[in-house]
């Protein structure tokens, strides 16, 4: 009786070991990325800290805009629909003022969401994948990501350029206010493709996926520039 009382609780202490030992941490991340930490700037732990925190700042700031922007467009609507309830009438504005305001949330909150990692991922397939696979699939997926923004990027700003030409008819801004949003989220896209690729990934997955980046950048170049 005395021997089976002693084991007791070091099978009870063991349990407890292997539950925090497999509880998921507070930063855990999407289950396509690999764990934080494995990156090529990671090495360096001051530029890393650097880096990111201005990464941060750049997030908290696009986020205080989102914020401002989906205020805006439900103070527009919200008084739109009280002043047609009380004379009759609408904003003839409104119409300018919710496609600069949507334009914000969709792009600006878009490029956001995709840091955040609180966009849509479908594992079925990566999900019977050995985990080497699977970091190497996100990488990939990353790596892809970055070379669609940069490629867009660049195509959109004769779109901005156009855009400058022209103003909205009631408010009489300029069209570039409206598409602004849009260049402004691929470029951030495109900074937080670079950040994933760089202190998320591991080393060998990173020198992989760049040389792809430059094969598909020169071949689009080619393209743009005969």
Known sequence: LSSSRSKRPERGREAVVT??????????????????????????????????????????????????????ELSVVLTDISIRFISSESLLWSD????????????????????ARHHTAIQFVTRFFAPGARDATAAAVDAFILCAALITLWVSFDLFKVALTAYTPILQISNAWIVLPFNV??????IFAVERLLFEHSARHTGMMLPLVAAIAAIVAAGLFP
């Open 96 to 115: 300018e003022a919710s496609k600069l305001c949507l334009t914000t949330v969709a792009f600006l909150g878009g490029a956001l969401a995709y840091r």
């Open 185 to 190: 989220g691929l470029g951030l896209i495109a």
């Open 19 to 72: 539950v925090a030992d497999e509880a998921p941490g507070p930063n855990a991340h999407h289950a396509l990325a690999p764990d934080s930490g494995r990156g090529i700037v990671w090495r360096s732990k001051a530029l890393a800290k650097v880096v990111r925190r201005a990464l941060d700042l750049i997030d908290i700031a696009g986020r205080v805009v989102v914020v401002a922007a989906l205020i805006g």
